[in-house]
């Protein structure tokens, strides 16, 4: 099957797919069509994100439904509001010319009442979130007892946000003569656990491997200090222009944090995170797809969903725990033949998380120098001369009387000015920049893993939004700068505190300091009653005379010595 035409699938769902721009199957749609056309066995798919699972699935059970009946046939379960909505619209695009085939999504973060109203329409098809799909059941709003096919799309990431107990409340309620399908692009233990309790004699389906994502992505890692890593991403992205990124970071805070700096520099960014209303989250991401923004700093979880070709970039501002996750970012560049490039920024201690990475996924990630001003400034000159150059469909018109009287310039000289205008403020940064301190990968992982260990249980509690619960931070301290100094500090974020105060706080106490130099600050750790900081040890004095005696939004302040 190299054509979708060379199906059995109905005229309706051909022309709709044509449309579209669909003419080859995808290799997990040539395997998956043809089966579940033809066979009545439950099925595990396994295959990465950005295959098209999506058609896989819904294409053949398209052809197959009955749209004289007004049950519920189809059900798909999926982790995340964005990919629910995602999988509902294509569906509703494959079903364009089937006039009696109704689609509903139902999903949390918005009004239950609004969802139970569209249910009366007497969809055949369901597209759920585990929370959501279990409300409406508990309501009385949903039946499943008449479905017969169900879909798990991206299980593994449905059970590793917690949503075990869910799925198999979920499953109990579906009869045991439907058809089950589980899309995953990992097979692990809980997959595998519910694979066996839920279905039936499985046939397996599995395209490709971890590998395949990296063809046409070149993957580069940066080494940089924690206290330069923000500089290091804005010389990152300044020295790859007319780029449309992605950013990814392990915790809401973080991902908040980045977007600040990018957005306070001028960078047409946004953050993606579950701690943004929905709305937000829905005016972010109509902004991205519409390249009104160009950079997206996001949490793995909240970019699930978020289905975009053309991206030139990936950023992993920090690492992963998963090897898996580290390809599954990866792969949302290189999209649809075109080339992609995944860039890691890399602390010195991330020596042991790197050689995981590249052990488990076998790519090959290039070790790259920090852009120099120079470099950057070079790289900037290339990019407008490759938006100048390129083809543009959609030019205004206008009188050419208007543009004045340029014969006294040569065109050398016309360059030179636009680029001056251009570039003038970028160039005037960097020039007396010096170049950040080139670093070296450290053996040492015993601090890193501690904090990142606990930064990452942290992270994936709040990602599930009400389920999560902090966890106990426990352990002994870790190892730190022999020249830095730990404070306590009695304000949190119960107190709106964030880390620029902080910093503020911390370089205010310590302007009076004997030495002229400005004091060297290092981790600055939040939580919601109290905060932790540290600052280089010839400055311990000063923190804590004079913070006592200043105020925060009205509010005392102490800081001691941390045991």
């Known amino acids: 099957m190299n054509l979708f035409t060379e199906t059995n699938l109905s005229p309706d769902i051909l022309k709709a797919i044509g449309e579209l721009g669909y003419e080859s199957p995808t290799e997990i749609q040539k395997q998956t069509i043809p089966f579940i056309l033809s066979d009545i066995r439950d099925l595990i798919a396994l295959a990465q994100t950005g295959t098209g699972k999506t058609a896989a699935f819904s294409l053949p059970i ?132 519910i694979s066996k309790n839920y279905l039936t004699k499985p ?33 990152l992205i300044d020295a790859n222009p007319n780029q449309y990124s992605i950013i990814f970071c392990r915790t809401r805070m973080e991902t908040q944090e980045v977007a600040d ?6 960078y047409a960014a946004d953050a993606l995170h579950g701690d943004l209303s929905q709305a937000q989250r829905d005016t972010v991401m109509k902004k991205f797809r519409l390249k009104n923004i160009d950079i997206l700093v996001a949490t793995d979880v909240a970019a699930r969903g978020l289905d975009v070709n053309s991206l030139t970039h990936v950023i992993h501002f920090s690492l992963p725990d998963d090897p898996e996750v580290f390809v599954h970012r990866s792969g949302r560049t290189g999209r649809a033949g075109r080339d992609g490039i995944s860039m890691a920024l890399i602390k010195p201690e991330e020596s042991r998380k790197l050689k995981q990475i590249k052990s488990a996924t076998k790519i090959e990630i290039h070790e790259r120098t920090i852009p120099t001003g120079d470099d950057i400034i070079k790289a900037q000159v290339g990019g407008v001369f490759e938006k100048l150059l390129t083809e543009h469909e959609d030019l205004f018109e206008f009188d050419d009387s208007l543009i004045p009287d340029l014969s006294n310039f040569t065109k050398e000289e016309l360059v030179h000015q636009l680029l001056q205008f251009q570039l003038k403020d970028l160039a005037l940064y960097y020039k007396d920049k010096h170049d950040l301190v080139e670093q070296k990968l450290s053996s040492r992982d015993d601090d890193y893993s501690r904090r990142d260990r606990r930064d990452r249980d942290r992270g994936r509690d709040r990602d599930r939004g009400d389920r999560g619960r902090d966890r106990d931070r426990g352990g002994k301290p870790r190892r730190r700068d022999e020249n830095m100094v730990r404070f306590f500090f009695n304000l949190g974020k119960k107190d709106h505190l964030k880390k620029l105060d902080v910093l503020d706080i911390i370089n205010k106490a310590t302007a009076g300091g004997k030495s002229k130099k400005r004091a060297e600050i290092g981790d600055i750790e939040i939580l919601e009653k109290f905060s932790f900081f540290e600052v280089e040890k010839s400055f311990k004095d000063n923190v804590l005379s004079n913070i006592q005696s200043m105020k925060f939004k009205g509010k005392d302040m102490r800081a001691e010595v941390a045991n």
Not at 214 to 227: A, D, L, P, Q, S
Not at 261 to 266: I, S, T, V, Y
Request: with cysteine.
């Open 261 to 266: 700096f990018l957005m306070q520099n001028g």
């Open 62 to 193: 398209l052809d197959m439904i009955d749209d004289t009946s007004r049950k519920i046939q189809l059900l798909v379960l999926c982790p995340t509001r964005e990919l629910c909505l995602q999988i509902s619209k294509d569906i509703k695009n494959y079903s364009k010319y089937m006039k009696d085939i109704k689609t509903t999504a139902v999903y949390g973060g918005s009004s239950i009442v609004e969802q139970m109203r569209s249910l009366k329409d007497k969809p055949q098809i369901i597209v759920g979130t585990p929370g959501r799909v279990i409300d409406l059941i508990n309501r009385k709003a949903l039946d499943f007892s008449a479905i017969h096919w169900l879909v798990l799309d991206e299980a593994d990431e449905m059970l590793s946000m917690g949503f075990k107990d869910e799925l198999e409340t979920i499953l109990s309620e579906t009869p045991e003569t439907k058809q089950t399908f589980l899309f995953s692009a990992t097979m692990n233990k809980e997959v595998e656990r």
């Open 203 to 235: 046939h397996r389906i599995s395209v490709g491997s971890i590998n395949e994502v990296k063809k046409n992505i070149t993957h580069e890692y940066y080494v940089v200090g924690y206290r330069q890593k923000k500089e290091a991403l804005k010389r």
